[in-house]
């Protein structure tokens, strides 16, 4: 950091500040957190998604085979 020296005096960090520096900190943690907790979601999410696809073509396929079949009973 640049810091700047004024009349021969040291700078330093009053109390506000560090409080200040310690809440930016502890409220970017907060959003990293966040957006972690956010990206797990989307993989749950996009894993449910695969699960309900599977399912549907699954239940789909059951029906045009069991269609099929009575339809091949009747040729028959």
Do not use: H, K
């Not at 960090?13 to 972690?36: F, G, K, S, W």
Request: glycine share 8%; net charge negative.
């Amino acid at each position: 950091m640049g810091e700047a020296r004024r009349y021969g005096f040291e700078s330093f960090d009053c109390a506000p500040a560090l409080r200040l520096e310690a809440q930016e900190q502890v409220a970017r943690m907060q959003a990293e957190q966040m957006n972690a907790r956010l990206d797990r979601l989307e993989g749950l999410i996009e894993r449910l998604e695969r699960r309900l696809w599977l399912t549907v073509f699954a239940v789909v396929g059951a029906i045009l085979g069991q269609a099929g079949q009575s339809i091949m009973e009747r040729l028959v």
